[in-house]
């Protein structure tokens, strides 16, 4: 054992160095800096800690915006909401007004607190076997607090370092390899976030007199320098930019990682320091435009399987780090496994409703339910005032559900008799009455900690991460719901549904999940409604951008993928001289003799001309290699939006193309890549 724990010691020491030169890596943990809490989040929020519904955290009861005017229904100080009805809902403390329209201080909370009422009168919370119908499910524990050194374990697992803490993994040649790469990789933020896990783990450990993970001072020891890491190339460690000036405040640098630049923010002591008051221009929506990638966009659904495993890592890594640049220490819950149904449509876990839907019709990403209960409300058309605001009659409503239960899949439901109102309260019924919340258990104190981040940039930057760390089923069903959001918001003229008022009365049906109520204290209650509003709005707000894989995460994984290739093609080098092969020729994949000359050659292998000859320029695109292969195959039966150009192998496994990618700087990036023309998986 200690020979295994000498060579993960020289293995971590090797690929985790730190510059102690800089002093970037000494990220003290539960420590603000010059943006600590006296200057709070970027919103009506302010706390010590980050909210979330455990019960240790203590919120600000002044995070909560003003009413609308001094004779709403607020209650008198002291009064219970929880038992009472919405004329006595909750105590708010004064507060200024912003005269912006995108102001938190504008978010019309009156509304928050009457769709909270209206959640427990129809029982959304006690009673979730009521409304489905057969299968009452008893109300159970949905999440619980990890033990000392559990958090840390998971942690280090899910990001694929099961090895730094497992002995029954040490045999295993390919997971060490595998970890030595992704370690590699890693920029100085992203490695001082390991780092504070595994010193954690380590203590934890040695209390319980389990000492076999190696000492966290021996593991990040600054090795000697090694010229094989000078493929990485760019301004800073492992080919991050540095941060320039030059970028302004709507612009997004999604080619550094973002803790980085929180640390950059952090360490450039910049006078944009966060005001809670009404004036403070950060209170206010941006209109963030991402920085131009001549390389093209990358969106969630573009990368392989094998590369998106790979994101899923960095993003983990990469979340943490940016949290821990802000001094905010997330504690995680475990999801509790529940006794759920095993069918119907509500209270029924996400898996498995898609299960049943995929089983009727390959493919489907959202479940029919959702879809339907959308589209009727469209149907009908969203100039209704007060659409989503307006509950239904409770008692048509859970009628309406068990009539649904029964009959949807038979095609039998009357839905030109479903009310738009009661369709809007079907839909909030399904999503806060999922077994586990939309947002996960895992994650969901980390979007609400959102809040806590010092400035608007950095909190679009968190949600971004966290988007992509979501399963698969929910950030689809989440897309599809922010989608619906805003088209129902378009029609604000009519229906009076502005982004703040759809945002206040969707938080408590996405965050508050069964059991919630009973789990939180009042004052806790209360600054999340601001802080959780807040959160909507934003997913709303930016969803364009927050559905796209950041160019750093991107480039984190070709790196990936060319030092795998070149351990692979050593090992191959050696067993060729203890063969004495030498008359095989390498394997390692030259430039195309095409390329070298200003072309490449693009496949069609699923149409009749099977490839074409492009001449690379400054200008053309990767639309423009989709227009022209369009104009020489007539048989082509699909419309150019179904197809798309692959960028197949090289160091990317599979990436379908951005139609504004510029094809020469791609080609410089990925001289060895194919490319490929062929209808998109998505």
């Not at 991402?290 to 990358?298: E, P, S, V, W």
């Not at 090289?650 to 062929?678: H, S, Y």
Request: hydrophobic share 35%; with cysteine; charged share 25%.
């Amino acid at each position: 054992m200690k020979a295994h724990t000498d060579t993960m010691v020289s293995r971590l020491v090797y690929y985790l160095h730190l510059s102690r030169r800089t002093g970037h890596y000494a990220v003290q943990q539960s420590q603000n800096t010059h943006h600590g809490d006296r200057n709070g989040p970027s919103t009506a929020a302010s706390c010590t800690k980050p909210t979330g519904p455990e019960p240790s955290s203590q919120p600000n009861p002044n995070a909560v915006a003003c009413p609308r005017s001094q004779h709403s229904s607020s209650p008198k100080p002291g009064s219970s909401p929880r038992h009472s009805p919405i004329s006595r809902s909750r105590a708010r403390p004064p507060c200024q007004r912003c005269n912006s329209q995108d102001s938190l201080d504008e978010l019309e909370m009156d509304d928050y607190w009457k769709e909270v009422e209206n959640i427990s009168r129809t029982g959304g919370e006690s009673a979730r076997g009521e409304g489905g119908g057969e299968g009452e499910v008893p109300e159970e524990e949905q999440q619980k607090t990890s033990e000392e050194g559990e958090q840390e374990e998971a942690w280090l697992t899910e990001a694929g370092l099961a090895r730094l803490f497992d002995d029954s993994l040490a045999a295993d040649q390919d997971q060490e390899e595998d970890s030595s790469v992704f370690l590699s990789t890693l920029t100085r933020t992203q490695a001082a976030a390991v780092e504070r896990r595994v010193a954690s783990l380590h203590q934890t450990l040695r209390r319980r007199n389990r000492q076999h993970v190696p000492d966290v001072r021996d593991i990040f020891r600054p090795p000697e320098k090694d010229d094989e890491l000078s493929k990485l190339k760019g301004g800073s460690e492992n080919g991050q930019k540095d941060v320039t000036s030059s970028e302004t405040e709507t612009e997004l640098n999604v080619e550094v990682a973002f803790s980085e630049q929180a640390l950059t923010y952090r360490d450039n002591h910049q006078r944009l320091k966060v005001n809670t008051g009404p004036s403070s221009p950060d209170d206010k929506l941006p209109n963030f435009k991402l920085l131009r990638d001549k390389t093209g966009q990358t969106r969630i659904g573009d990368l392989s399987p094998l590369d998106m495993k790979k994101v899923l890592r960095v993003v983990l890594v990469e979340m943490t780090a940016l949290f821990d640049t802000a001094g905010i220490d997330l504690k995680a819950h475990k999801a509790i496994k529940l006794k759920t149904k095993e069918s119907g449509l509500f209270g029924v876990p996400l898996a498995t409703l898609l299960d049943q839907d995929q089983r009727r019709v390959s493919g489907t990403k959202v479940p029919f339910i959702l879809q339907r209960l959308m589209s009727h409300i469209e149907e009908e058309g969203l100039d209704t005032e007060g659409l989503l605001r307006i509950p239904g009659a409770a008692t048509r409503v859970k009628s309406l559900c068990q009539e649904l239960e029964s009959s949807f899949y038979d095609g039998m439901f009357p839905w030109q008799q479903l009310k738009q109102h009661d369709a809007a309260s079907l839909l909030k019924m399904f999503i806060r009455e999922l077994p586990h919340p939309l947002l996960t258990v895992e994650y969901l104190n980390a979007f609400i900690a959102v809040n806590k981040l010092p400035t608007k940039k950095q909190q679009l930057q968190a949600l971004n991460l966290l988007v992509l760390l979501l399963p698969e089923a929910n950030r689809d069903t989440l897309k599809a719901m922010v989608e619906f959001f805003q088209r129902v918001i378009d029609h604000q003229a009519k229906n009076k549904m502005t982004l703040n008022n759809v945002s206040v009365v969707m938080a408590p049906n996405i965050f508050m999940f069964k059991g919630f109520r009973s789990k939180v204290t009042e004052q806790q209650e209360f600054s999340m409604a601001t802080s959780t509003a807040n959160i909507v709005r934003l997913l709303i707000r930016y969803q364009n951008l927050l559905w796209t894989i950041p160019k750093f995460i991107v480039t984190q994984v070709r790196h990936q993928n060319m030092e795998s290739q070149r351990k692979q093609n050593k090992e191959r080098a050696v067993r060729k001289l203890l063969k004495k092969m030498t008359t095989e020729k390498t394997s390692e994949k030259a430039i195309p003799e095409e390329g070298s000359q200003g072309f490449i050659r693009v496949q069609a292998p699923q149409f009749s001309k099977v490839s074409m000859a492009v001449q690379l320029t400054e200008e053309i695109q990767a639309v423009d290699v989709l227009t022209r292969f369009l104009s020489q195959d007539c048989s082509v039966a699909v419309k150019k939006e179904e197809l798309c150009l692959y960028e197949i192998g090289g160091n990317i496994k599979e990436r379908c193309l951005d139609g504004e990618t510029f094809m020469k700087d791609l080609f410089q990036l990925n001289p060895t890549a194919e490319w490929v023309i062929k209808v998109a998986q998505k």
